[in-house]
């Protein structure tokens, strides 16, 4: 075992996480168990997002010493699937512990066949090391709905690897031999054998410093969705390697207010040429754009038919589907704030109102007939924009014992309900 593989040991962690999720119209508290690697002295932790998110209460860190410590989050990425916690070094130094870094390898380097390690707490069984080789060192995924419902892949690909990944695996690092992080651990495939996955240090390195300096990572968006050329481009009459399909467009989006549609092919994005020919190369394509500033407007040239034409888009800021989410513990509900883009995925008019993510059987909301997939759009006639608004009802509510009146959409219809005490 070679020094660098040593102290990668000392810098794995495990981490257990305390969480409130509101579900079935309560909340709901849970606890898990991930990895991470510690990445500087100063106390960063890199893991998943998954494993560490907003919604975690409690994280405590148990470092190689076996010695418990607390942490907090300091921001996470669910398009990456990536989260940066830090150490409370007061606790550190007070008790008089050392932490002892890992380190970047370069991950664009690697090759399949290339020996790896993943290192984590499988199943809770704390530093377990694995061994086995990069299988693909470019894997990508078409579906990008990740866990929780957030999205996750748009932005880059994967490296697979037959090293043994469990549950309690993500977040650890994937590392070589001389015991560089060359990837974090973050998926593998239930009831398969030698199928995980890691997201790349390439990728990793630059999410963990945004997220360091930032707390959060802001992205463009123009509402586009890329589509592989290969087999196609004799129907465009294209040469090979040139230019990405657009499969559709978001309806609302700066893309589709720019004119463009599903069909077009893009050549180039603010003057860089674009080849989008296999499915490998969408997520840097799509990266491309999210790097932009928000705000920016981007120059595509753009092949329609046997023209080809130029198209002004402005960028605005990524955001989510899943929205802001709360319980309504009295009523039973819990609801889930309408975000801009799971506006334009239901082609509503605005972001006005809450979707209903779960209702208890036998409280206010179930009796008054409100189902799962609802959107309640004002509450005594007051239009939610926030959900400040509903909060603020639903304490009027439990105070006053008075009966409230919401405006719900259900499958576009419009109905009056009323939640009776």
């Given amino acids: 075992m070679s020094r660098g593989f040593r102290q990668l040991l000392d810098a794995v962690v495990r981490i257990d996480v305390r969480e409130v999720a509101f579900e079935a119209g309560t909340r709901r508290y849970s606890a898990s168990i991930g990895s991470g690697v ?11 997002a998954h494993v560490a998110s907003p919604r975690a209460i409690e994280l405590n860190i148990t470092l190689a010493n076996l010695e418990r410590v607390t942490a907090r989050l300091v921001g996470w990425d669910h398009w990456t699937d990536l989260a940066v916690l830090r150490i409370d070094m007061a606790e550190v130094k007070r008790r008089g512990f050392k932490l002892s870094p890992a380190r970047f390898g370069d991950s664009q380097t690697l090759f399949p066949g290339e020996v790896v390690y993943a ?4 199943h809770g069984l704390t530093r377990t090391v694995t061994r086995g ?44 031999e001389d015991g560089r992080v060359v990837g974090i651990s973050s998926r593998g495939y239930m009831g398969a054998n030698n199928l995980g996955f890691a997201i790349p240090a390439a990728t990793a390195k630059t999410v963990m410093e945004r997220l360091v300096r930032d707390g959060v990572i802001v992205r463009s968006y ?7 050329l290969q087999d196609l481009e004799n129907f465009y009459a294209l040469a090979i390697n040139t230019g990405v399909l657009v499969n559709s467009v978001d309806p609302g989006s700066p893309a589709a207010k720019g004119g463009l549609r599903g069909g077009d092919i893009i050549l180039s994005i603010g003057g860089l040429k674009v080849d989008g020919r296999f499915p490998e190369q969408l997520p840097p394509i799509q990266n491309l754009i999210a790097s932009h500033p928000v705000g920016t407007e981007l120059n595509l040239s753009v092949k329609r038919g046997a023209e080809i034409r130029n198209f002004k ?27 801009r883009a799971y506006a334009r995925e239901n082609q509503f008019d605005d972001t006005t109102g809450v979707v209903v993510i779960g209702v208890q059987p036998g409280f206010p909301g179930d009796v008054a007939g409100i189902a799962r997939g609802d ?12 959900l400040d608004v509903l909060r603020a009802a639903h304490t009027a509510y439990e105070a006053k014992a008075m009966p409230t009146l919401l405006e719900t959409q259900r499958n ?5 309900t009323i939640l009776k005490p």
């Fill in 38 to 48: 510690i990445l500087s002295a100063d106390g960063v932790v890199l893991t998943n």
């Fill in 222 to 228: 123009v509402g586009l969705v890329p589509g592989a």
């Fill in 412 to 416: 576009r219809r419009v109905s009056l």
């Fill in 375 to 386: 959107v309640i759009l004002k509450i005594n006639q007051e239009a939610i924009s926030s």
């Fill in 133 to 176: 080789i990069v299988s693909n060192n470019n894997r990508y995924f078409e579906d990008t709905r990740g866990i929780g419902g957030f999205e996750t892949g748009a932005f880059n690909t994967w490296l697979q690897t037959d090293a043994a990944i469990n549950p309690g695996n993500s977040g650890g690092p994937l590392v070589t």
């Fill in 119 to 122: 290192v984590g707490t499988p």
């Fill in 313 to 339: 888009v402005v960028t605005e800021m990524l955001e989510s589907r899943v929205g802001e989410e709360w319980a309504l513990e009295k009523w039973g509900l819990s609801v889930r704030k309408v975000s």
